[in-house]
């Protein structure tokens, strides 16, 4: 970072800031560091204190259908009436988020949902490797786990539901193992025989910690000469033909930045008059500590219930479906609730780790694809953020795309799929 007397005064110079140090801004700015440029990480918080904070912990590049709008009347109705695990809503959003809700529910459309697995497959598709990568250089394998993750299903039709995913999985040489009752509980001992079949989706690698995954990641990028900083990117302007942000020490200027702030990003965006259909899906977790010596090996997804059980470092991680609402309204954790007595029958959870539940705001676009490339009409500006129900898997493909695509290198993957302008043509 260079610094000099600019007209109105001391500023001080990098080749990129980055706005945001969650998961995505942070492997964005580790993967621009290593290319050689001096790059600034800006957050008004901690590093990887937002929606990062609070997943799954779930890398899977098996990932081909995004969560749809359901299509059947008994789904519908048992979310109207508030009784559905998977889905929460406040009433008094639901008009606000009409528009995003109809784009939604077009993007439902069984085949959308194979256009979005075939646009997302490059993006998905480097998801492990890179985070193996990434973990390597940074020194944080242990946070990493390579036992996959496991889809319970209480039923048969709500397994047989699945078989168009698993035949998709196939012709995209993806073999998640199918399991008994009996295959699964092999895997997972401590599991109560709750359910009928399993698919064991191998591939996938589980965190321990994603909070610490990306202060590790950050500490790779201090290590490549990046600099971290305090501030807030609702300052971003034009300045001398450079972007410009106000910092904890001072202004910072740069020939390009680029915007990673999640579910915070049309913060910024819109005031600049680039209007893009972002929403958040939001989602809560809790941590259990387990009773007696139980123990679970790998992420588990109870699916006809909605939530996932995950072995973190805190405890037995017990995370929701989605909640429709304003993403700054007062948490509701009503699925919390509702999805406990299921989570208590599957798995022996004790007592909750902590006083209360967590709340995060999935960054989400209609269309399930994240934004990744030029602002619209902003020459210099850059954006990476929308990443919904994936972004800690698809943080280190993204840092690769955006980095090669700023440097004029040839970028990995085709990035169409991932344009802004898809929602301003
Ligand atoms: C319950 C739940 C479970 C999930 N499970 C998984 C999973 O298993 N696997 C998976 O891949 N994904 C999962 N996700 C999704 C994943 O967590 C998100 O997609 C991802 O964390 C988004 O990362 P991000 O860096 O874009 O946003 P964030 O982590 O939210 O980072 C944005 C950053 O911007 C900063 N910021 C905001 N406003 C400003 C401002 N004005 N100035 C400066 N800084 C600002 C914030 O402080 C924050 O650090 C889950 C999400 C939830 C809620």
């Known amino acids: 970072m260079q610094s000099g007397w600019l007209s109105g005064g001391f500023v001080a110079q990098t080749d990129i800031i980055v706005l945001g140090a969650g998961i995505v801004g942070t492997c964005c700015a580790v993967h621009l560091a290593k290319r050689g440029l001096s790059v600034a990480l800006v957050d008004r918080g901690a590093v990887g204190e937002g929606t990062s904070y609070g997943n799954t912990g779930i890398i899977t590049g098996g990932t081909l259908f995004p969560p749809a709008f359901p299509a059947d009347w008994r789904s519908l109705l048992r979310i109207a009436l508030k009784r559905s695990p998977q889905v929460n ?25 194979i256009e979005t697995a075939e646009a997302m497959r490059p993006l998905f598709a480097r998801a492990v490797p890179e985070h193996e990568a990434l973990a390597a250089e940074a020194g944080a394998e242990r946070y990493l786990s390579r036992g996959g993750w496991l889809k319970l299903y209480r039923t048969d039709a709500a397994f047989a539901a699945q078989a168009g995913e698993l035949e998709l999985a196939a012709n995209f040489g993806i073999a998640p193992v199918t399991l008994d009752r009996d295959g699964a509980l092999a895997l997972e001992p401590a599991l109560a025989g709750v359910f009928r079949r399993a698919v064991h989706w191998t591939g996938a690698v589980s965190v321990s910690n994603p909070l610490e995954l990306t202060r590790a990641y950050a500490a790779r990028f201090a290590a490549l000469g990046g600099v971290a900083l305090a501030g807030d990117a609702r300052t971003l302007r034009r300045a001398n033909g450079h972007w410009r942000v106000e910092t904890a020490v001072g202004p910072l200027d740069a020939g390009d930045a680029l915007l990673a702030l999640g579910p915070w990003a049309s913060d910024v965006l819109d005031p600049l008059g680039v209007r893009l259909p972002l929403a958040v899906k939001r989602g809560y977790h809790r941590h259990f500590r ?29 995370t929701t479906g989605v909640e429709f609402a304003a993403r700054d309204a007062p948490p509701t954790p009503v699925q919390l609730a509702r999805m406990l007595p299921a989570a208590r029958q599957l798995f022996p959870l004790g007592e909750p780790v902590e006083a209360r539940t ?63 302008e898809r929602f301003t043509r």
């Open 89 to 113: 809503y406040h009433l008094g959003f639901l008009p606000r988020a009409a528009p995003w809700l109809a784009a939604f529910v077009a993007a439902s459309r069984p085949s959308r949902l």
């Open 290 to 318: 387990p009773q007696g010596n139980a123990m679970l090996g790998r992420p588990v997804l109870d699916a006809e219930n909605g939530y996932c059980l995950a072995p973190m470092e805190q405890g037995i991680r017990l």
């Open 358 to 420: 967590w709340l995060g705001a999935r960054p989400c676009f209609p269309d399930s694809r994240p934004v990744i490339g030029r602002a619209p009409g902003q020459p210099g500006l850059w954006l990476a953020f929308g990443h919904a129900h994936w972004g800690l898997t698809l943080g280190p493909p993204t840092g690769r795309l955006i980095a090669e695509m700023m440097t004029g290198a040839t970028p990995f993957c085709d990035p169409q799929p991932y344009a802004a």
